[in-house]
Nanobody, 122 residues
Framework: QVQLVESGGGLVQAGGSLRLSCAAS????????MGWFRQAPGKEREFVTA????????YYADSVKGRFIISRDTVKNTVYLQMNSLKPEDTAVYYC???????????????WGQGTQVTVSS
């Protein structure tokens, strides 16, 4: 079992930045690929970014490429999502998730956090 707890969400103006954190506990955190997904009101959950456990492979959705950065601290068992140049369309509940291997598909992820709200005002 892996428990994931997100934090760092909030309200920010367009063009601003936020950093989300996802603290993991339970089984060996370093063995899992970590991903971030988001779900806006009335929309399906969508892939944002993912990192292999080694950090050598990273995927980004086209919509966030060049603005968002995923990173992980295996000592602190925490994965981060640095979000820059935020846009109103980035408004969503953001979820972190853990999977046996890196993937863009939510169904490949076995463990999920409870989500944290990010709201970007125009």
């Amino acid at each position: 079992q892996v428990q994931l707890v997100e934090s760092g969400g909030g309200l920010v103006q367009a063009g601003g930045s936020l950093r989300l954190s996802c603290a993991a506990s339970g089984r060996t955190f370093g063995a899992y690929a970590m991903g971030w997904f988001r779900q806006a009101p009335g929309k399906e959950r969508e892939f944002v970014t993912a990192s292999a456990w080694s950090g050598n492979y990273i995927y980004y959705a086209d919509s966030v490429k060049g603005r968002f950065i995923i990173s992980r601290d295996t000592v602190k068992n925490t994965v981060y999502l640095q979000m820059n140049s935020l846009k109103p369309e980035d408004t969503a509940v953001y979820y972190c998730a853990a999977a046996p291997r890196i993937s863009r598909t939510e169904y490949d992820y076995d463990y999920w956090g409870q989500g944290t709200q990010v709201t970007v005002s125009s």
